[in-house]
């Protein structure tokens, strides 16, 4: 078995609002979109983020475990600067993303902050220094 990841799939409550959030919020481009079923969105050359209808997703992958709390998964962006950082964690705030959390040096020589998209998945914005950050910008 090869060493990748080919796609991330998230279960969404509401897909339509996850279309509105991903697509007309942060201007991300749909490779496929099945209204009240599933919206694919490529993340990289051979990787897909879906998100799928939770209705959909229960009937073939099984029932979802719920409770308090973030769901137990982040989601990385990673970004050139400390300033475009910032400037993401801002967009996300106007679209009505929540849960933000400010930029911040980190112990381990980044700079990162947090939003939440409308089902609780936590996005972190950050810029990586050295070869593993460069290795992940385009």
């Known amino acids: 078995m090869d060493q990748r990841l080919s796609l991330v799939t998230l279960a969404v409550r509401d897909l339509e609002r996850s279309h509105q959030f991903y697509i007309t919020g942060l201007g991300w481009q749909a490779e496929l979109y099945v ?24 009937a073939e992958v099984g029932a979802i475990a719920r409770g308090e709390g973030a769901p137990p998964i982040t989601l990385a962006h990673n970004v050139a600067s400390a300033e475009e950082v910032d400037e993401i964690l801002t967009l996300a705030a106007r679209i009505g993303a929540g849960n933000i959390a400010p930029g911040q040096q980190r112990s381990w020589g980044g700079y990162s902050g947090y939003f939440a998209d409308p089902d609780g998945y936590r996005w972190e914005i950050a810029m990586n220094p050295g070869p593993i950050g460069e290795s992940l910008l385009p």
């Open 35 to 58: 209204p009240h079923e599933v919206l694919m969105i490529r993340v990289g050359a051979h990787t897909l983020l879906s998100l799928w209808s939770e209705v959909e997703f229960e």
